[in-house]
């Protein structure tokens, strides 16, 4: 079945993409592991203040450069994002709304990260179409031979219009499969940080007591966490 140049391309377009797949659903579980961390450390009771905010960036950016592997990665830098907008802005829904739109533009990125993968996808089976007609078109030259009664030039140029199909339907419906794992458990990751900052920065961001208001409130909610 696979002794011909499609199917044998077919195969080969097969193991890329699944090469391809496998190291994207590595790079989306190594995501996934960083929502066990606690990247912000805001104890019980306590709140985050637009003055504090700007301190607890630079806590963040400092364990980010011990550990080098959590550089360039979507959570730590979703938490970074909204904690500069609330130094910023003073603003809980500004926060929230650069949480946002940091992981729909990363949502994007993933997605755009699939479409040489959605390309493969779409080329096997279209490669088995080419196999398909090349392998009947040769088989039809030979009608003369096969109507003196000599087939096996017929039969072996059918029967590489038939695998070419066969083997890329085969590999392709697979390989769709496992797409749709990949950019399903994305869309799941993302949500994820989403929720992730909202449970541990957004609901505990809290604007200044107004003018005139106890100053105890401040000293209480304005205490940065930190990393140790």
């Given at each position: 079945?696979?002794?011909?140049?499609?199917?044998?391309?077919e195969?080969?377009?097969?193991?890329?993409?699944?090469?391809?797949?496998?190291?994207?659903?590595?790079?989306?579980?190594?995501?996934?592991?960083?929502?066990?961390?606690?990247?912000?450390?805001?104890?019980p009771?306590?709140?985050?203040?637009?003055?504090?905010?700007?301190?607890?960036?630079?806590?963040?950016?400092?364990?980010?450069?011990?550990?080098?592997?959590?550089?360039?990665?979507?959570?730590?830098?979703?938490?970074l994002?909204a904690?500069?907008?609330?130094?910023a802005?003073?603003?809980?829904?500004?926060?929230?709304?650069?949480?946002?739109?940091?992981a729909?533009?990363?949502?994007?990125?993933?997605?755009?990260?699939?479409?040489?993968?959605?390309?493969?996808?779409?080329?096997?089976?279209?490669?088995?179409?080419?196999?398909?007609?090349?392998g009947?078109?040769?088989?039809?030259?030979?009608?003369?031979?096969?109507?003196?009664?000599?087939?096996?030039?017929?039969?072996?140029?059918?029967?590489l219009?038939?695998?070419?199909?066969?083997?890329?339907?085969?590999?392709?419906?697979?390989?769709?499969?496992?797409?749709?794992?990949?950019?399903?458990?994305?869309?799941?990751?993302?949500?994820?940080?989403?929720?992730?900052?909202?449970?541990?920065?957004?609901?505990?961001?809290?604007?200044p007591?107004?003018?005139?208001?106890?100053?105890?409130?401040?000293?209480?909610?304005?205490?940065?966490?930190?990393?140790?």
């Amino acid at each position: 079945m696979i002794k011909d140049r499609e199917p044998q391309i077919e195969i080969i377009f097969f193991l890329w993409g699944s090469i391809f797949l496998g190291y994207r659903m590595y790079v989306v579980h190594r995501e996934q592991r960083l929502l066990e961390f606690d990247f912000v450390r805001v104890a019980p009771g306590e709140k985050i203040l637009p003055s504090g905010a700007l301190e607890r960036v630079a806590d963040l950016r400092a364990a980010l450069a011990q550990r080098p592997a959590w550089e360039n990665r979507i959570l730590p830098g979703c938490i970074l994002v909204a904690l500069q907008r609330f130094h910023a802005t003073g603003s809980v829904s500004e926060a929230s709304s650069a949480v946002k739109d940091r992981a729909e533009r990363t949502a994007d990125e993933l997605d755009s990260s699939l479409s040489l993968v959605r390309f493969i996808v779409w080329a096997i089976p279209a490669i088995g179409f080419v196999g398909t007609a090349r392998g009947i078109g040769d088989a039809l030259t030979f009608a003369d031979t096969a109507v003196k009664g000599n087939i096996s030039a017929v039969t072996s140029w059918l029967g590489l219009a038939f695998n070419s199909t066969l083997v890329g339907l085969l590999l392709c419906i697979p390989l769709m499969y496992v797409v749709h794992v990949v950019q399903s458990t994305q869309e799941a990751t993302i949500l994820d940080i989403q929720a992730y900052c909202c449970d541990h920065v957004i609901d505990a961001m809290k604007l200044p007591a107004p003018a005139g208001d106890s100053g105890h409130d401040r000293e209480r909610w304005g205490r940065p966490g930190g990393f140790e």
